[in-house]
Nanobody
Framework: QVQLVESGGGLLQPGESLRLSCSAS????????MRWYRQAPGKERELVAS???????TYADSVKGRFTISRDNAKKSVDLQMHSLKPEDTAVFYC??????????????WGKGTLVTVSS
């Protein structure tokens, strides 16, 4: 099994910055793409950013230019640096990773989420 644990959420004012981190643990053969999703109150979960094992990144239009995803393959971690936060960024942010463990095929794993609240 793969466990993903997010950290770094909190309460911020508009315009502030925040860095989220996610670490993977367990007996992991390989991690492929890693992603950050978010789910705002009353809305569906949406993809915020993704990064391949080779470092290729994609972003939702709503966060382009403000958020940066990065990863450390050796540490099995992925971060999301967020700048110029807006109230509409308020959501529970979830870490997601496609990974292989010994004896099992590739599957997607999820963290439990970390809450980011942007409010004045």
């Amino acid at each position: 099994q793969v466990q993903l644990v997010e950290s770094g959420g909190g309460l911020l004012q508009p315009g502030e910055s925040l860095r989220l981190s996610c670490s993977a643990s367990g007996i992991i053969s390989r991690i492929y793409s890693m992603r950050w999703y978010r789910q705002a109150p009353g809305k569906e979960r949406e993809l915020v950013a993704s990064i391949t094992s080779g470092g290729v990144t994609t972003y939702a239009d709503s966060v382009k230019g403000r958020f940066t995803i990065s990863r450390d393959n050796a540490k099995k971690s992925v971060d999301l640096q967020m700048h110029s936060l807006k109230p509409e960024d308020t959501a529970v942010f979830y870490c997601n990773a496609d990974a292989e463990v010994p004896g099992r095929s590739l599957r997607s794993y999820w963290g439990k989420g970390t809450l980011v609240t942007v409010s004045s």
